[in-house]
């Protein structure tokens, strides 16, 4: 095959990666991807030039150097990019004075010898130092993706292929020999450089598809935490309506049977906390509730904010007169709540009821039994009197110093 055939094929299939990695461009924003896309350009402008040096004898000496300078520009590119793929940040800019030797050695070439076969030996010499400094640099990145080794295989084959031409252009030199496959030396060169090419894509769509399953799982977290804050009481931190409704859905799509008993609760006398004490006090109340509600119940059991200061809870497994006894411990814990730093704690009590349920499908009738039998309760403590009632809250008894209006509610 004549020589300048096969420049001509390289420079085509070149060209074409070349264009490859100018559209990926639009699409994939990767610091490397614009190294490597000005690495082609420059191999491109390199292969035309030394096609033009052997046609063009009178200006063989300055396209051959613009042959090595382009060349020496893709290698440093190359560098660049491979260094650039595991933090995908730019060069500094003293890492850019490298290039300026090359640019010397470049120039300085074409003197040396009127023979091309000679300077081009030396020049292969360069080159395969640069894939093999290319080859060190992918080799650290650690990215041990399929891209990645096939961008190895490429690189290293590349400096054995130049360090070759190295050895067979000096054999030919000192004996006389001649290597009939060098007359396809140019396919041989395409063949390689469109396998680094092929794993350039590969890299960067894997690098592209990582981005992707990170901002997925940004998006995932964010979701949840989203869902989370959807389902969640701000003050309370227990689940709301929304969240139960959702559980019922959930339970009823997964057809799974469930029984157990569900129990309704009230803070009592809460509107005499807040007057007498602010809204604020109020709200301490609420979640001195909660928090002592959770310690009653076990892990898996479900506490709701139904609204205000009524909450239910949902055990699983478990029958009314069990849970009951449960809650003997319940008016220990808010015996002695403080509602206000100045001023001595108080004893909060809660009136509550337990209904048991057969079915997922029977909770929200569940809920409007456990609710009544709450409300019988809260009516009974408050239509006996004084001395019989031992279940009236003693906040106020408990309290020195309050206000006249305070005093009032006793």
């Known amino acids: 095959m004549d020589s300048k055939i096969g420049l001509i094929i390289q420079l085509a299939g070149v060209s074409l990666i070349t264009l490859l990695t100018l559209f990926l461009r639009r699409s994939i924003n990767v610091v490397a991807l614009r190294y490597w896309t000005n690495a082609w ?48 940040s730019e060069t500094r800019v003293r890492h850019e004075l490298f ?19 000679l300077i081009f030996n030396i020049h292969s010499v360069i080159l395969s130092g640069i894939f093999a400094v290319a080859f060190i640099s992918l080799w650290r990145t650690k990215l041990k993706t399929f891209g990645w080794k096939v961008m190895l295989v490429a690189l290293g084959l590349l400096t054995l292929d130049f360090l070759q031409y190295f050895v067979v252009f000096s054999l030919r030199q000192s004996m006389q020999v001649e290597f009939a496959y060098l007359e396809y030396s140019s396919v041989i ?3 390689l450089q469109i396998l ?43 689940l709301n309506r929304h969240a139960f409704h959702g559980y019922l859905k959930r339970k009823g799509v997964e057809g799974e049977s469930v029984s157990g008993c569900l129990g309704f609760f009230d803070v009592d006398d809460l509107k005499m906390v807040n007057d007498a004490y602010g809204h604020a006090a109020g709200d301490i109340v609420i979640r001195a509730v909660v928090r002592a509600i959770r310690e009653v119940i076990r892990a898996e059991d479900l506490i709701f904010r139904w609204g205000g200061d009524e909450f ?16 003997a411990r319940l008016e220990r814990m808010l015996s002695s709540v403080r509602v206000d730093p100045g001023l001595n704690p ?3 009590r809660v009136s509550y009821a337990f209904e048991d349920f057969g ?4 909770l929200e009738s ?10 019988r309760q809260k009516q009974l403590k408050k239509n006996l009197g004084p001395k019989e009632n031992r279940d009236l809250p003693p906040w106020t008894e408990s309290v020195s110093g309050v206000t006249d209006r305070s005093k009032a509610y006793r």
């Open 359 to 362: 079915d997922i499908t029977d």
């Open 312 to 327: 239910f809870v949902i055990m699983i497994g478990l029958e009314s007169t069990t849970a009951i006894s449960r809650m």
């Open 41 to 88: 350009l420059f191999l491109s402008f390199a292969l035309f030039c030394l096609r033009l040096a052997f046609s063009y004898d009178s200006y063989s000496v300055q396209l051959f150097s613009f042959y090595f300078l382009t060349e020496y520009a893709f290698g440093f590119l190359l560098i660049m990019g491979c260094r650039s793929l595991a933090s995908n």
């Open 189 to 191: 060169d395409l063949v």
């Open 99 to 117: 290039i300026v030797p090359f640019i010397l050695v470049a120039f300085a070439l074409p003197f040396l010898s009127t023979d091309f076969n």
């Open 196 to 238: 680094l090419g092929f794993g350039m894509v590969i890299v960067l769509l894997e690098q592209v598809l990582a981005d992707a399953r990170i901002a997925n799982e940004k998006l995932r977290k964010a979701h949840k935490k989203l869902e989370e804050l959807a389902h969640v009481d701000p003050l309370t931190t227990a």
């Open 346 to 348: 108080i004893a909060i």
């Open 366 to 375: 569940t809920i409007d039994r456990a609710d009544a039998g709450m409300y």
